[in-house]
């Protein structure tokens, strides 16, 4: 009976164990949480290596570098290859596509230019109609401003001619004598009543 003892052991008790023979390889197991410490570590104290702060620098410097490069290569790369992926699913039709897209552009411009002329001619026709409509308001308000000064003349014609026949009965040192023999002459009664439709009911005889 063979004792293995590593890998070689257990190749050679392959070899020369018989056919009909189980052979269980042996697994080295872990030790517990409850075993002991094993002798030749007792009292051992676990001290970390001594880090000399320079070369921590200068590693922590070169390793920054490192990702940097590398990053800026993978980027590359991979812009290469997809560059590549590019130009060979659409390189034939790359030029053709541009060539639809300048031509596109100058149908979008000139249909720009066209629209900004219909615009441009609607502003000035606007802008026209309403220079034209703001003259005629004023020369309307010109018209009605005229018309209510005229109609303000014969206003005033009108109360000059009304105060004019009035003058001729008015009483002056000339007439005064005659209209006082008139009003002598026919006597006025002014003491009278009158109802709600404003007849006479009442009056009263001078005396």
């Known amino acids: 009976m063979f004792q293995v003892i590593g890998g070689r052991s257990i190749q050679v008790a392959r070899l020369l164990a018989p056919r009909s023979a189980v052979l269980v390889e042996a697994v080295r197991g872990r030790k517990s949480r409850t075993d002991p410490v094993a002798k030749s570590k007792e009292g051992r104290i676990k001290v970390p290596p001594p880090v000399d702060p320079v070369e921590m620098v200068v590693l922590k410097e070169r390793y920054t570098e490192y990702q940097l490069m590398m990053r800026a290569l993978r980027l590359e790369f991979k812009e290469e290859v997809l560059r ?118 009442k009056q009263t005889m001078l005396q």
């Not at 014969?154 to 023999?181: H, M, P």
């Open 84 to 201: 590549k992926k590019y130009e060979e699913e659409t390189g034939s039709l790359a030029e053709e596509r541009a060539r639809q897209e300048a031509e596109e552009h100058r149908a979008l411009m000139a249909f720009n230019n066209q629209e900004n002329l219909r615009m441009l001619k609607l502003r000035i026709l606007r802008i026209q109609k309403e220079k034209e409509e703001a003259e005629r308001k004023q020369v309307e308000a010109a018209i009605q401003r005229e018309q209510e000064q005229q109609e303000s003349i014969k206003e005033k014609e009108r109360d000059i001619l009304k105060l004019q026949e009035e003058a001729k009965n008015f009483i002056t040192l000339e007439n005064l004598d005659q209209r006082i023999e008139e009003a002598l002459d026919n006597p006025k009664n002014y003491n009278f009543a009158i109802d709600k439709e404003g007849r006479v009911v």
